[in-house]
């Protein structure tokens, strides 16, 4: 297993443009959650996949953010219009679909906005 | 829904001690996961160790140990002969079922390691 990679690592950005991160899950792991990180907080959820389908959303979700994960594979998040209180740690995590196995995080996507 | 409370923001130990750290959730669930998370500065998040609440026996990796009272709805965490790279913040969640959920976190503890 090669880990969780997420892209980019850092992303500074003005309040209103968009921005996208991309996770790359463990190869064969079919479940993928999204989280964010505030500074002093634990980790909260965003939303989760099995496979392309999305399976839950959080009502930190708002309708400016995004995911898709298209093919079962990677998965993007997308946030419009960005504002100042979305400056966070977005976290990205997968794991195999059977009973007791382990989530995996990736290094994050710490993002300002400006 | 599910809370995770972790009542320590900040510990510190001297290497080669014992601490330990606490945790206290609430669930309606009848089955859940519980876990704790290592965060390094600047590294990201790894599992330290896991719970299934239907086993009564505490889980035990190494050096960490846990003492899971279910009924008090407790899951602290023991470190024990601290080491220096122990230093990090850890996290407590838990999720629902067979860990499927999504997991929902506590807010966090930094420990620190004196030399």
């Known amino acids: 297993d090669t880990g969780v990679s997420q892209d980019p690592r850092h992303k500074i950005t003005k309040r209103g443009q968009n921005v996208t991160f991309r996770c790359d899950p463990i190869s064969e792991h079919n479940r993928l959650y999204w989280y964010r990180q505030t500074l002093g907080q634990g980790p909260e959820f965003l939303t989760y996949?099995?496979?392309?389908?999305?399976?839950?959303k959080s009502r930190l979700l708002s309708d400016r953010f995004s995911a898709e994960r298209p093919k079962g594979s990677f998965s993007t998040l997308e946030i419009q219009r960005t504002e100042q209180g979305d400056s966070a740690m977005y976290l990205c995590?997968?794991?195999?679909?059977?009973?007791?196995?382990?989530?995996?995080f990736g290094p994050g996507t710490r993002l300002l906005v400006l | 829904a599910q809370t995770v409370t972790q009542s320590q923001p900040e510990m510190s130990v001297q290497e080669a001690e014992t601490v330990t750290l606490s945790c206290t959730y609430d669930?309606?669930?009848?089955?859940?996961?519980l876990f704790w998370y290592k965060q390094p500065p600047s590294r990201q998040m790894i599992l330290v160790i896991r719970q299934e609440a239907y086993k009564q026996q505490n889980a035990t990796e190494n050096r960490f140990s846990v003492n899971f009272q279910k009924a008090a709805k407790s899951f602290s965490l023991k470190i024990s002969d601290s080491q220096l790279g122990d230093a990090a913040m850890y996290f407590c969640a838990c999720s629902r079922n067979s860990g499927n959920t999504p997991l929902v976190f506590g807010k966090g503890t930094r420990l620190s390691v004196i030399a």
């Open positions: 995590a997968s794991r195999r679909g059977q009973a007791k196995e382990t989530q995996y």
């Open positions: 996949f099995q496979n392309e389908a999305q399976l839950e």
């Open positions: 669930t309606s669930e009848s089955d859940y996961y």
